[in-house]
């Protein structure tokens, strides 16, 4: 099993900046990509970014230019800078890791509010 555990959420005024963590622990082996997600009041889970073992990234086009992606290895830890933010990047923020064989884990979620 693998526990995720984010952090970093809160409230900012639009055009402002957070930083989101997440960090994993357990039955840490064969981690391949690690991405964030975010799913907004009605409205279906969306992938925000990833980023596998090798530095892949991928965004989605409403974030590109804004957020950025990036994970540290030794510390097992996914992060998401996100700069400029407007009222609908708010929603809850999800963590998920995926192993080479596809299995799948979802951490809780980390609320980001941006206010307009």
């Known amino acids: 099993q693998v526990q995720l555990v984010e952090s970093g959420g809160g409230l900012v005024q639009a055009g402002g900046s957070l930083r989101l963590s997440c960090a994993a622990s357990g039955s840490i082996i064969a981690i391949d990509a690690m991405a964030w997600h975010r799913q907004a009041p009605g409205k279906e889970r969306e992938l925000v970014a990833e980023i596998t073992a090798r530095g892949t990234t991928n965004y989605a086009d409403s974030v590109k230019g804004r957020f950025t992606i990036s994970r540290d290895n030794a510390k097992n830890t996914v992060y998401l800078q996100m700069n400029s933010l407007k009222p609908e990047d708010t929603a809850d923020y999800y963590c998920?890791?995926?192993?080479?064989?596809?299995?799948?884990?979802w951490g809780q979620g980390t609320q980001v509010t941006v206010s307009s």
């Open positions: 998920k890791v995926r192993r080479v064989w596809g299995r799948e884990y």
